[in-house]
């Protein structure tokens, strides 16, 4: 009787989960995200602040008492102060519109909304002066009756307002899709008016996807460059702004001042991002739920 050799078992391979890494890329990557973000950004932060305090604490806060830059803080602050409100009550219509309402063109609106992020600033600048300019015969009237809109503050504010409009939108849109109009029809059917089901339903759903979007577009109406140097015309302690200012000081080889006034613009957008993150902490459990349903 032949003997036939015994049949073994395959041998077991070894199941290893999918989000599993050996500790050598997980560090490796992890070295390579802190190596980039040493680079681009640790580095850069650390000499702003550097050479700003090259000579002292006093020289640069005596930089920073100069009228010019005086005047463009107050004028950062003030483009800020307008373009975010209005951003954030257009980006909350055209997200209500194109979420809560069927109509033709949807997809149309919602590529026009992401137009600032194609164009060049310094094009969107020029179509500014191209439409309000003093050539122009609706800048020519302007100018006439008192109302110039370039080169004044005017102009600067509709240059922020088209470069930073699509952040609020951007933020809104796919948060108000995930959540469908159940609720808000519910809430009409049960006699609530179209204000009152805003306000109690649709308004506390999207305040986190609202603040982010605020806090977006807040930073770039405070750091952008292109669109307002255009518009602008760099009349100095008029219509300069934070980092027209920079620049400024920067070509006047005023190097302490300018690095100042740069490391104030970090600063705020510091202080944007704590807040964001004290936000998240502070309301964790709220957010976890809204990400949930």
């Known amino acids: 009787m032949t003997d036939f050799p015994a049949r073994t078992a395959p041998t077991a391979r070894r199941w290893r989960p999918a989000t599993t890494e050996p500790a050598a890329v997980k560090w490796a990557l992890i070295g390579l995200c802190l190596s980039v973000l040493t680079v681009l950004l640790f580095a850069p932060l650390i000499a702003i602040f550097d050479e ?5 604490w006093a020289f640069a806060l005596a930089s920073l008492a100069e009228p010019d830059a005086q005047s463009a803080i107050q004028l950062t602050l ?3 102060a307008i373009t975010v409100p209005l951003n954030a009550a257009f ?5 209500w519109a194109i979420t809560k309402f069927d109509w033709r063109g949807k997809a149309w609106v919602i590529t026009l909304i992401d137009l600032p992020f194609s164009v060049s600033p310094v094009v969107a600048g020029l179509l ?3 439409m309000f300019g003093a050539n122009s015969a609706l800048g020519a009237w302007l100018v006439a009756n008192g109302f110039p809109i370039v080169f004044a503050v005017p102009g600067i504010v509709l240059a ?4 930073t409009f699509p952040f609020v939108a951007r933020e809104l849109i ?3 899709l995930e959540q469908g109009r159940a609720e808000e029809e519910a809430a009409l059917t049960l ?3 179209g204000w009152r089901a805003f306000l109690t339903i649709t308004l506390p759903n999207i305040r986190w996807a609202l603040l982010y979007g605020v806090l977006l577009c807040n930073a770039r109406a405070m750091g952008e460059f292109g669109a307002v140097a255009v518009v602008s015309g760099k009349i100095r302690g008029q219509t300069t702004t934070m980092p027209l200012m920079i620049e400024m000081f ?3 080889y005023l190097s302490v001042a300018a690095f100042t006034m740069a490391g104030v613009l970090a600063l705020l957008a510091f202080v944007t991002l704590t807040l964001k993150s004290a936000l998240e902490w502070r309301y964790a459990d709220q957010l976890a739920t809204t990400h949930r349903h």
């Not at 700003?52 to 002292?56: Q, S, V």
């Not at 980006?91 to 997200?95: E, H, L, N, T």
């Not at 922020?160 to 470069?163: C, Q």
């Open 174 to 176: 796919p948060v108000m």
């Open 52 to 56: 700003a305090l090259r000579r002292g």
């Open 191 to 193: 006699g609530a008016s």
């Open 128 to 130: 500014f002066v191209l």
């Open 250 to 252: 920067y070509n006047e």
């Open 78 to 80: 003030l483009v800020a």
């Open 160 to 163: 922020t307002l088209f470069i």
């Open 91 to 95: 980006g909350i219509a055209a997200a």
